[in-house]
């Protein structure tokens, strides 16, 4: 803790975190809660952060309502500078992890880097839930009408349709190859800017052809 | 901060610290994403026993925000001891509006029932249960139907539901009726009648559950396909009943039979208390109550 506090404390350029950690962070919870209960549909959170780049405000509303000193969060390379882990350090408290397999929840700075799911603690049989949480950030993210995404499953009435942008190419087969291990797998967020969109591992993922 | 007026001096908003409100998030998000299994979570202890609810408390405590609005019914009825003292428990603590009215909460924390009232998409209803684990009463060890269900090895159960019909000619379980979510998790509903069960098949609404006492917390996301076991040729059937409610007249509702003296008489009621209040508002109403307040039970009447 000493030398949490020291850390953060030489850090000038240090962004606020919630105005009020009681009441944004509820709200928060349940956006993201709507947006796992609802997966493929975008939520636009309103959080008020203006977190150090390239953390997007909605990854900074996640890691502040739900990460603590409980849960080692892993940073990718281009995510894992000074200002954010010294922001996630000081508003969570959070240990950062020093490997992806350690981690509680992930942050992966921009989708076009390889998802790579079987470097994350999946859960086990026994115990799924321990399988990690994954925010990745993309440049864009909105509601489709019938193209992009295809998503079914549990908490879509029929199906619903995302165009998420600049995914890696093989981001969806990685990620669809790992369903077979239902119950264990990964839980994705996707956020950009202010909005977030959640794919658990119960969901069916579909890709449909590019028009 | 805002501060409802309200709200008890002293506390922090919904009880529970902050530390805890996250882990019970972090617990209750797993739950969605696995519909079905039973995340473990430190349960703390509550202003009140294990058995009354500290379970549902919790999830409660964990989403409840100064915006919702809160229904608690206890068995169905929003008036008796366990859901009046948790509705006050929450004006209290968080400065919540509570309702009676199904259709206007946004959470509805249930002991025992499903409404009768369709639940809407975006309302969230929260069970106290007190046992989750459907197998527990075949095999005692935890160890061993965490196996089970990483296994999805639930033959033991069917086999439980076959001798009740090799013993009784049907399956004898009335309430806490064994389901299976989405295909893949075995799942005790909590103890509401099998009469709910249907109910729970996508559902447009979140249904979280909380166990206080055995500390862990499932989920079924909306629009969830919820199936209660049962064999081909002893298809899953809901009770029925012969009479309906004396004071509402609904023959579609979940009966509650009440003893009126001691000669055998009895009349039923609906169990959902706001249902049956709306159906007489809106100038439905039963037999006499009189009148069904004198029926027999078969001769037991007449016995000296």
């Not at chain 2, 029932?113 to 249960?129: C, D, M, S």
């Not at chain 2, 007489?280 to 039963?286: F, K, L, P, T």
């Amino acid at each position: 803790m000493p030398t949490t506090l020291t850390a953060t404390g030489s850090h000038p350029d240090l962004a606020p975190g919630f105005k009020d950690p009681v009441f944004d962070a509820q709200t928060q919870f349940r956006n993201i809660l709507t947006a796992m209960s609802h997966p493929g549909q975008v939520v636009a959170l309103n959080t008020g952060l203006e977190p150090p780049a390239p953390l997007s405000s909605a990854a900074a509303a996640v890691a502040l309502t739900l990460v603590d000193f409980e849960t080692p969060v892993w940073l990718d390379a281009s995510m894992s500078n000074e200002a954010v882990t010294a922001f996630l350090r000081f508003h969570t408290g959070c240990p950062v992890a020093g490997g992806a397999e350690e981690a509680r929840f992930a942050f992966i700075a921009d989708g076009a880097t390889p998802l790579d799911p079987t470097r994350f603690d999946l859960g086990t049989d026994e115990y799924p839930d321990l399988g990690a949480t994954v925010v990745v950030q993309v440049p864009s993210l909105a509601q489709g009408a019938d193209s992009g995404t295809e998503f079914s499953g549990p908490g879509i009435e029929d199906k619903t349709y995302v165009e998420i942008g600049g995914l890696a190419d093989d981001f969806w087969a990685e990620r669809n190859a790992i369903c077979e291990l239902f119950p264990r797998g990964l839980d994705i967020l996707f956020t950009c800017g202010d909005t977030l969109c959640a794919v658990p591992r119960s969901t069916k993922v579909e890709t449909l052809a590019c028009m | 901060m805002p501060q409802p007026s309200s709200l008890k001096a002293g506390y922090n908003f919904a009880y529970l610290d902050e530390q805890t409100k996250r882990m019970i998030r972090r617990a209750i998000l797993k739950a969605v994403a696995i519909p079905g299994y039973q995340v473990p979570f430190g349960s703390r202890e509550m202003p009140l026993p294990y058995g009354w609810g500290t379970g549902g408390i919790q999830v409660t405590a964990g989403i409840i925000g100064p915006d919702d609005t809160l229904k608690v019914i206890d068995q169905g009825a929003d008036d008796t001891t366990n859901a009046v003292s948790i509705r006050r428990f929450f004006a209290n603590t968080a400065g919540v509006a509570t309702t009676e009215q199904t259709e206007d909460a946004t959470i509805i924390q249930t002991r025992h029932r499903i409404p009768e009232t369709p639940l809407q998409a975006g309302q969230i209803l929260v069970y106290q249960v007190p046992i989750p684990e459907p197998l527990r009463w075949l095999e005692p060890r935890e160890t061993e139907t965490r196996k089970m269900h990483a296994l999805q090895e639930y033959g033991i159960m069917y086999v439980r539901l076959y001798e009740d019909i090799s013993r009784y000619g049907h399956i004898s379980t009335a309430y806490d009726y064994p389901v299976m979510v989405n295909g893949r998790y075995l799942m005790r509903p909590s103890p509401i009648p099998k009469f709910d069960n249907p109910k729970m098949d996508r559902n447009p609404a979140l249904q979280l559950f909380g166990a206080g006492r055995e500390k862990r917390i499932y989920a079924v996301p909306p629009y969830t396909s919820v199936k209660s076991l049962d064999f081909k040729d002893y298809p899953f059937q809901v009770q029925k009943w012969d009479d309906c409610c004396t004071l509402c007249g609904a023959d579609d509702s979940f009966l509650d039979e009440i003893i009126t003296d001691d000669a055998g008489g009895r009349m039923f009621v609906c169990s959902d208390s706001d249902y049956c209040a709306k159906r007489r508002d809106a100038g439905h109403s039963g037999p006499n109550p009189g009148e069904a307040a004198t029926k027999k039970i078969g001769e037991a009447g007449d016995a000296a």
